[in-house]
């Protein structure tokens, strides 16, 4: 460490370099996402396209409206349910297949796993959406084979109860290909001294896992945790637009679901932006929540 | 030392070959549909194999041309967005990794909040609009030219980079710039890829922006021309329906045609995928050494 | 199709209970002939012909263009090409012929050939909507745009749109004037103090608008079966169907679609607003004879009438049952015969076609259906467009093709070119309809296809824009072919959804909408939540989650969410 501050400090004069790097981005930025921010006020106001963003102020209504919805509650408690277990799983699930992905002797068959997983990453939900429905249905394809091995079928898409299960596991079986990845990227960079010096401390292949693979995964764990907690209201809007139906809006309606409802039938852009708005401040807030716990919990700078 | 299989090696390869494939099954039936007649799917028959085998479909792709002018214009925004991304990309992430960069703190809140906040279609469009963008490809490119999100992955994997490297280069007298162009960026190649990809998929998948900002239709790249073959029944009833009968028939028809494209649609980025997988697995390190 | 007509509730929606007030006094004043029928239609076409005798003879004297001159003039082209703008949406229905596309096709070459009328598109998208809001915002318009009401109402307010009344008085042929005055109470959906702002596209007519019952044919011969009078008469056809073929008896899917069909039958009028005995206006899907219809449904459910798990299916899966021949009898809309009918001849033999019966009442009465507002925008002037005049020409030419172009000797050929490959979608934005098109339609189809099969010569040529259906019609009757059993269900078999609907418009067996024009706020922005709870609520009910009685709970909800003050508003508004 205190080489490389005297290292840095050697070349402070040069500091101008490294803003002039950043000049090109900043500007596109402040071009692009700073000055478009204006249109933020259209929250407060009573938005008519005629008259831009010089319509009618009116203060906090439109996030009155929307918390006086008799449903909001229950589209606010299914959007944190189904988030978070979607987060939870899509840590646990990539993280394991990468471990056993690891621990396969064939490079080649790794590889090729490893190819298939990622691939249904690149369908839209709406394509997959459509065969999910046609398998999961109570004569689908899994249900049949549920049967056979003698277990009673299962209403996926139209118990209340089953419902955002089968949301969550269907978006971690879709996209675990990508963490599990990353976390192969991360894992094949290990020090292979590490594990040769455990096999001769005698160590168990669970051993070395949970006392060598593990701990020197944690910081990516935590990186990309972090990232996503960012987008935790986003539970969902094209795979459960896709995929529910009115029997399973009381476990399975989520804001986004929700608005984009409500304001179907025209653009409600001002109640659109109240939501946008609400969810950047609940976003905001558990960014800096987690960045913090990162760093105090795990040491851990993200940023 | 040679390891022997265990029983434990063949459940794995077993267990793993199993889960592996459910992920690509739906795209089997995507291929299946896609060769098959327009009756046998739309009776339900079809899964995983295609039933009355037919290239109908393929045939009718091809010859309305609209695809490929589609296709190609995507191309041209795929590659163009993404030299762009990548460019910005690394010029932001290698001054950010540094932490005794000047004002660095503020820099990082100047990213982070507009990562979480946007001001919305319109102001957008109005800005797009008046800088006289529209009907341009740069329509579709400036907006996101910095993904905030995908610049932070990079900016992590630089930091995980042996300092030594860089050390060795100030020694010899090199600037930041130089630095960054000798030294860093060929150590970035395995990032590149992995953020790399992600402006492809994003640039290759984005449909919205094409349908708002360009005015012809003709001048559509793949995906927005994509979405208008996806409009559901219904809302072709919507649009019209009296003398669109015929119309509408051929559409309930197209499924199989639809099917087509969007395998068509999806094949590039699967193409390219392998090829950049190779540097993933190569050593992306993100974050795995403490900044 | 009640979400298709809920969509068009709202295409027809406007911000104006207020503009509607005020256009009372205007509606008072020229409302002296509201009559709908035929009769007035067949004059004024005459009078459109000597209109068009008389202007092929001044545009050869090279008639003068500017606005200010004789109206009788409207039909003659400009000296010098005008310049028009406009935009449009993408339809990917639309089959364009070898060297067309958007900007050149046969409406935009008529326009050029018979007014010197230049039609040039601004944009063409295929999200219509977002980019018409997105250059409204970028005040960037063309000249004449199509819009609903919500946006008529929102450009009115920004004073962006020309007030018409003197273009179409001046300009207007005796069609669109025709129009006026026979749909007037459309037409006063546009008017803003007194003014009117947009023309109303109006709609290809109510005949549409009717659900009937659909049962397949050769199991109900099989059976034995006669044609059903009560709703036990259908549930035993379709209960027998499901034990002798497997399935179940009577199609439904998540969107409860069927439901809401079959509750006519118990005088419920859902998804719109009835006059109730007290003379108020209340909601159909709250009234009381829904309970019943819901009492009904469930038992329904609970005997295995309905599939087990038709909360989760799409419509597209219920189809496919249809398809696959687990269930024989569904209630649906006219348009069934094209979807999904072919797929069920293709996959079940020809024999197997469904046919329409009429919805039996409970109480034995006379059938009554839902009538809806319908109403598919508007077309509306930019306020800074230089030429109204030649707006008005593209205009009339649109009536005047739709209604008139056989009386005015336009040739097979030059019809079948405007109307073929769905192309007058491409003209969205001048195009204005009469609401009698699709009931004329179906008298002279229908009166081709019986002179056909008696063996009398038709000539096509008086058909006009018809002809498809006709052609199509003959296909199913020479050849059982699949392509033509949609225009033969709808209207060319004896037994048709629009056999037994235009039975329905001629005896004014239906309700109408109280809501006559647009939606008030408060539906405006809840509306379509108000319906979730509802929708969300029975279908409860339906499968037994909830007792019949939620039914009074559901109520109470809904007028909480919204419903109380909706009804106050329509009560205000449209109320006596």
């Given at each position: 460490?205190?080489?490389?501050?005297?290292?840095?400090?050697?070349?402070?004069?040069?500091?101008?370099?490294?803003?002039?790097?950043?000049?090109?981005?900043?500007?596109?930025?402040?071009?692009?996402?700073?000055?478009?921010?204006?249109?933020?006020?259209?929250?407060?106001?009573?938005?008519?396209?005629?008259?831009?963003?010089?319509?009618?102020?009116?203060?906090?209504?439109?996030?009155?409206?929307?918390?006086?919805?008799?449903?909001?509650?229950?589209?606010?408690?299914?959007?944190?349910?189904?988030?978070?277990w979607k987060l939870v799983l899509g840590i646990i699930v990539p993280v394991t297949f990468a471990l056993l992905l690891n621990e396969m002797r064939s490079n080649k068959l790794k590889r090729f796993y490893q190819t298939l997983i990622y691939i249904p990453n690149f369908l839209s939900w709406?394509i997959m959406a459509g065969v999910l429905?046609d398998i999961l249905?109570?004569?689908g394809a899994v249900n049949r084979f549920l049967n056979l091995i003698g277990v009673?079928s299962v209403?996926f898409?139209?118990?209340?109860?089953v419902?955002?299960w089968t949301v969550i596991i269907s978006d971690v079986w879709k996209t675990f290909g990508y963490g599990t990845v990353i976390y192969l990227a991360a894992l094949t960079s290990i020090d292979p001294g590490l594990y040769e010096s455990a096999v001769l401390d005698g160590a168990s292949r669970a051993q070395q896992v949970f006392y060598i693979t593990i701990p020197l995964l944690l910081p990516t764990i935590i990186l990309m945790t972090?990232?996503s907690?960012?987008?935790?209201?986003?539970?969902?809007?094209?795979q459960?637009?896709?995929?529910?139906?009115?029997?399973?809006?009381?476990?399975?309606?989520?804001?986004?679901?929700?608005?984009?409802?409500?304001?179907?039938?025209?653009?409600?852009?001002?109640?659109?932006?109240?939501?946008?708005?609400?969810?950047?401040?609940?976003?905001?807030?558990?960014?800096?929540?987690?960045?913090?716990?990162?760093?105090?919990?795990?040491?851990?700078?993200?940023? | 030392m040679k390891p022997k299989h265990s029983a434990f090696d063949v459940f794995l390869t077993i267990f793993l070959g199993i889960v592996s494939i459910t992920c690509v099954l739906p795209f089997v039936h995507l291929l299946a549909v896609s060769f098959?007649?327009?009756?046998?799917?739309?009776?339900?028959?079809v899964t995983f194999l295609p039933?009355?085998?037919?290239?109908?479909?393929?045939?009718?792709?091809?010859?309305?041309?609209?695809?490929?002018?589609?296709?190609?214009?995507?191309?041209?925004?795929?590659?163009?967005?993404?030299?762009?991304?990548?460019?910005?990309?690394?010029?932001?992430?290698?001054?950010?990794?540094?932490?005794?960069?000047?004002?660095?703190?503020?820099?990082?809140?100047?990213?982070?909040?507009?990562?979480?906040?946007?001001?919305?279609?319109?102001?957008?469009?109005?800005?797009?609009?008046?800088?006289?963008?529209?009907?341009?490809?740069?329509?579709?490119?400036?907006?996101?030219?910095?993904?905030?999100?995908?610049?932070?992955i990079?900016?992590?994997?630089?930091?995980?980079?042996?300092?030594?490297?860089?050390?060795?280069?100030?020694?010899?007298?090199?600037?930041?710039?130089?630095?960054?162009?000798?030294?860093?960026?060929?150590?970035?190649k395995p990032a590149?890829a992995t953020?790399?990809l992600f402006?492809?998929v994003?640039?290759?998948?984005?449909?919205?922006?094409?349908?708002?900002?360009?005015?012809?239709?003709?001048?559509?790249?793949?995906?927005?021309?994509?979405?208008?073959?996806?409009?559901?029944?219904?809302?072709?009833?919507?649009?019209?329906?009296?003398?669109?009968?015929?119309?509408?028939?051929?559409?309930?028809?197209?499924?199989?045609?639809?099917?087509?494209?969007?395998f068509?649609?999806a094949l590039p980025i699967m193409l390219v995928y392998p090829f950049l997988q190779k540097y993933f697995t190569t050593g992306l390190t993100i974050g795995s050494?403490?900044? | 199709?009640?979400?298709?007509?809920?969509?068009?509730?709202?295409?027809?929606?406007?911000?104006?209970?207020?503009?509607?007030?005020?256009?009372?006094?205007?509606?008072?004043?020229?409302?002296?002939?509201?009559?709908?029928?035929?009769?007035?239609?067949?004059?004024?076409?005459?009078?459109?012909?000597?209109?068009?005798?008389?202007?092929?003879?001044?545009?050869?004297?090279?008639?003068?263009?500017?606005?200010?001159?004789?109206?009788?003039?409207?039909?003659?082209?400009?000296?010098?090409?005008?310049?028009?703008?406009?935009?449009?949406?993408?339809?990917?229905?639309?089959?364009?012929?070898?060297?067309?596309?958007?900007?050149?096709?046969?409406?935009?070459?008529?326009?050029?050939?018979?007014?010197?009328?230049?039609?040039?598109?601004?944009?063409?998208?295929?999200?219509?909507?977002?980019?018409?809001?997105?250059?409204?915002?970028?005040?960037?318009?063309?000249?004449?745009?199509?819009?609903?009401?919500?946006?008529?109402?929102?450009?009115?307010?920004?004073?962006?749109?020309?007030?018409?009344?003197?273009?179409?008085?001046?300009?207007?042929?005796?069609?669109?004037?025709?129009?006026?005055?026979?749909?007037?109470?459309?037409?006063?959906?546009?008017?803003?103090?007194?003014?009117?702002?947009?023309?109303?596209?109006?709609?290809?007519?109510?005949?549409?608008?009717?659900?009937?019952?659909?049962?397949?044919?050769?199991?109900?011969?099989?059976?034995?079966?006669?044609?059903?009078?009560?709703?036990?008469?259908?549930?035993?056809?379709?209960?027998?169907?499901?034990?002798?073929?497997?399935?179940?008896?009577?199609?439904?899917?998540?969107?409860?679609?069927?439901?809401?069909?079959?509750?006519?039958?118990?005088?419920?009028?859902?998804?719109?607003?009835?006059?109730?005995?007290?003379?108020?206006?209340?909601?159909?899907?709250?009234?009381?004879?829904?309970?019943?219809?819901?009492?009904?449904?469930?038992?329904?459910?609970?005997?295995?009438?309905?599939?087990?798990?038709?909360?989760?299916?799409?419509?597209?899966?219920?189809?496919?049952?249809?398809?696959?021949?687990?269930?024989?009898?569904?209630?649906?809309?006219?348009?069934?015969?094209?979807?999904?009918?072919?797929?069920?001849?293709?996959?079940?033999?020809?024999?197997?076609?469904?046919?329409?019966?009429?919805?039996?009442?409970?109480?034995?009465?006379?059938?009554?259906?839902?009538?809806?507002?319908?109403?598919?925008?508007?077309?509306?002037?930019?306020?800074?467009?230089?030429?109204?005049?030649?707006?008005?020409?593209?205009?009339?030419?649109?009536?005047?093709?739709?209604?008139?172009?056989?009386?005015?000797?336009?040739?097979?050929?030059?019809?079948?070119?405007?109307?073929?490959?769905?192309?007058?979608?491409?003209?969205?934005?001048?195009?204005?309809?009469?609401?009698?098109?699709?009931?004329?339609?179906?008298?002279?189809?229908?009166?081709?296809?019986?002179?056909?099969?008696?063996?009398?010569?038709?000539?096509?040529?008086?058909?006009?824009?018809?002809?498809?259906?006709?052609?199509?019609?003959?296909?199913?009757?020479?050849?059982?072919?699949?392509?033509?059993?949609?225009?033969?269900?709808?209207?060319?078999?004896?037994?048709?959804?629009?056999?037994?609907?235009?039975?329905?418009?001629?005896?004014?067996?239906?309700?109408?909408?109280?809501?006559?024009?647009?939606?008030?706020?408060?539906?405006?922005?809840?509306?379509?939540?108000?319906?979730?709870?509802?929708?969300?609520?029975?279908?409860?009910?339906?499968?037994?989650?909830?007792?019949?009685?939620?039914?009074?709970?559901?109520?109470?909800?809904?007028?909480?969410?919204?419903?109380?003050?909706?009804?106050?508003?329509?009560?205000?508004?449209?109320?006596?």
């Open positions: 460490m205190a080489k490389q501050k005297s290292a840095f400090r050697k070349k402070f004069g040069l500091q101008w370099q490294y803003l002039l790097m950043l000049l090109p981005g900043m500007i596109f930025v402040f071009i692009f996402s700073y000055i478009p921010l204006y249109g933020l006020v259209i929250a407060f106001q009573d938005y008519n396209v005629g008259l831009g963003f010089h319509s009618e102020w009116v203060g906090m209504k439109n996030f009155i409206f929307l918390f006086n919805q008799p449903t909001f509650a229950r589209t606010i408690r299914n959007t944190l349910f189904i988030a978070i709406v429905l249905s109570t004569n009673d209403n898409l139209g118990d209340p109860d419902f955002p972090v990232l907690l960012g987008s935790i209201l986003n539970a969902g809007f094209d459960i637009y896709n995929m529910y139906s009115p029997v399973v809006w009381e476990t399975g309606d989520i804001i986004d679901t929700y608005v984009f409802r409500l304001g179907f039938q025209q653009a409600q852009y001002s109640v659109g932006t109240a939501v946008g708005l609400f969810k950047s401040f609940v976003s905001a807030f558990l960014v800096l929540l987690s960045y913090v716990l990162a760093d105090k919990l795990a040491g851990y700078r993200i940023l | 098959s007649s327009s009756a046998a799917v739309s009776a339900g028959k039933i009355d085998f037919t290239t109908a479909s393929y045939e009718y792709v091809v010859s309305g041309g609209r695809f490929f002018r589609a296709m190609a214009i995507s191309v041209e925004r795929v590659i163009l967005g993404t030299l762009l991304n990548l460019v910005l990309m690394i010029l932001t992430a290698y001054p950010l990794s540094k932490d005794n960069l000047m004002g660095r703190p503020f820099f990082t809140t100047y990213y982070v909040i507009i990562m979480l906040v946007s001001g919305g279609m319109i102001p957008t469009y109005l800005l797009v609009s008046g800088l006289g963008l529209k009907d341009t490809i740069w329509a579709l490119i400036l907006p996101g030219a910095l993904p905030v999100f995908n610049m932070i990079l900016m992590n994997f630089i930091r995980g980079l042996p300092y030594e490297i860089e050390e060795a280069a100030w020694i010899d007298g090199a600037s930041p710039f130089q630095t960054l162009v000798r030294v860093i960026f060929p150590l970035l590149l953020v790399g402006s492809m994003g640039h290759w998948n984005d449909w919205f922006s094409g349908s708002i900002y360009m005015s012809n239709p003709l001048n559509y790249p793949l995906q927005t021309y994509l979405q208008t073959l996806l409009v559901d029944f219904e809302h072709l009833l919507q649009s019209d329906k009296s003398g669109d009968i015929q119309a509408i028939l051929s559409k309930m028809n197209a499924r199989t045609g639809r099917a087509a494209q969007l068509l649609g050494v403490k900044g | 199709m009640k979400k298709l007509r809920k969509i068009m509730k709202t295409a027809g929606a406007a911000a104006m209970s207020l503009a509607l007030v005020l256009s009372m006094s205007a509606c008072m004043v020229k409302d002296d002939n509201g009559s709908k029928d035929n009769k007035s239609k067949k004059t004024e076409a005459k009078e459109n012909k000597d209109d068009q005798g008389t202007d092929e003879g001044k545009s050869t004297e090279g008639g003068s263009d500017d606005s200010k001159e004789a109206p009788d003039d409207i039909w003659a082209p400009f000296d010098e090409t005008v310049v028009i703008t406009t935009i449009g949406s993408e339809n990917s229905g639309i089959q364009f012929e070898e060297g067309d596309d958007y900007g050149n096709n046969p409406w935009y070459r008529a326009f050029k050939d018979r007014f010197n009328v230049d039609l040039q598109n601004k944009w063409i998208s295929n999200e219509y909507s977002t980019k018409l809001n997105l250059s409204i915002a970028d005040r960037d318009l063309p000249d004449v745009f199509h819009v609903d009401a919500e946006r008529l109402a929102t450009l009115q307010k920004a004073d962006m749109i020309m007030e018409l009344d003197d273009v179409i008085e001046q300009y207007g042929s005796d069609t669109i004037k025709g129009y006026w005055k026979d749909y007037k109470d459309i037409w006063d959906t546009a008017v803003f103090d007194g003014k009117l702002y947009g023309i109303p596209q109006m709609s290809y007519g109510i005949i549409d608008q009717f659900p009937t019952i659909w049962i397949r044919q050769d199991w109900m011969e099989e059976g034995g079966f006669d044609e059903p009078k009560t709703m036990d008469d259908v549930l035993e056809i379709a209960t027998s169907f499901a034990e002798k073929h497997g399935g179940y008896a009577l199609a439904e899917d998540r969107s409860l679609q069927n439901f809401y069909r079959l509750c006519l039958s118990w005088g419920a009028h859902p998804g719109i607003w009835v006059e109730q005995e007290d003379g108020s206006i209340g909601y159909g899907s709250v009234q009381p004879e829904m309970k019943e219809a819901l009492k009904a449904y469930s038992e329904w459910y609970e005997k295995g009438i309905l599939k087990e798990d038709f909360t989760t299916m799409s419509s597209e899966q219920m189809f496919q049952d249809l398809i696959e021949g687990n269930c024989g009898v569904t209630p649906m809309e006219q348009w069934f015969g094209y979807n999904p009918m072919p797929d069920v001849i293709a996959n079940q033999g020809p024999e197997a076609i469904f046919l329409p019966y009429e919805i039996p009442m409970q109480d034995g009465s006379e059938f009554k259906g839902s009538v809806y507002f319908t109403n598919y925008g508007y077309n509306v002037i930019n306020k800074d467009c230089e030429n109204p005049e030649a707006v008005m020409k593209l205009v009339n030419f649109f009536a005047y093709m739709m209604d008139d172009a056989i009386e005015g000797g336009e040739s097979e050929e030059f019809i079948n070119s405007l109307y073929a490959n769905a192309y007058p979608n491409l003209v969205e934005s001048i195009r204005v309809i009469n609401p009698m098109t699709d009931y004329n339609q179906y008298v002279q189809v229908k009166d081709a296809v019986d002179r056909y099969i008696a063996g009398e010569e038709v000539d096509t040529s008086q058909l006009g824009k018809n002809v498809t259906k006709y052609l199509n019609c003959v296909k199913w009757i020479d050849s059982k072919d699949k392509a033509g059993i949609g225009d033969w269900l709808q209207q060319g078999n004896d037994r048709s959804a629009y056999g037994l609907a235009k039975g329905y418009v001629d005896n004014k067996q239906y309700v109408e909408d109280a809501m006559w024009g647009a939606p008030t706020e408060t539906l405006r922005s809840a509306g379509s939540t108000l319906d979730d709870i509802l929708k969300e609520g029975f279908t409860k009910i339906i499968i037994g989650d909830e007792p019949l009685d939620y039914f009074d709970t559901l109520v109470e909800q809904w007028n909480k969410a919204g419903g109380e003050t909706a009804t106050q508003e329509i009560n205000e508004t449209y109320g006596k």
